[in-house]
């Protein structure tokens, strides 16, 4: 079985950082794209950052200059340091990730892990 854990959440003043981490556990082949998902009180669940197996990175334009995704392949583990934080970033963050078990790859979620930012 797969499992996707986050920490690094807790509650931040605006304009401090945080770095969330999401390491991934269990017996796979490997895995493809990861990403970092946030969802407010009220909102919808929205896609932050993404980065591919190559290193390829995206991020919503709300975030840009602010937060940045990275790996390390070699522990499994996709971060998401966030950096001048304002209070719309209040969101629990979800780490979600493309693992390839055999030849199929499935998606799979973390449990999410709150940020909160005070003004």
């Known amino acids: 079985q797969v499992q996707l854990v986050e920490s690094g959440g807790g509650l931040v003043q605006a304009g401090g950082s945080l ?3 999401c390491a991934a556990s269990g017996r796979f082949f490997g895995i493809g ?13 929205e896609l ?5 197996s190559g290193g390829a990175t995206n991020y919503v334009d709300s975030v840009k ?4 995704i990275s790996r390390d392949n070699a522990k499994n583990t996709v971060y998401l340091q966030m ?3 304002k209070p719309e970033d209040t969101a629990v963050y979800y780490c979600n990730a493309n693992i390839w ?3 199929p790859k499935d998606n799979y979620w973390g ?6 930012v005070s003004s």
């Not at 794209?33 to 669940?45: E, F, S, T, V």
């Not at 200059?65 to 940045?68: H, N």
């Not at 449990?111 to 909160?116: E, K, L, S, Y």
């Open 83 to 85: 950096n001048s934080l």
């Open 19 to 21: 770095r969330l981490s």
């Open 111 to 116: 449990q999410g892990t709150q940020v909160t």
């Open 48 to 52: 932050v950052a993404a980065i591919t």
């Open 65 to 68: 200059g602010r937060f940045t």
């Open 33 to 45: 794209a990861m990403a970092w998902y946030r969802q407010a009180p009220g909102k919808q669940r």
């Open 101 to 103: 078990i055999g030849v």
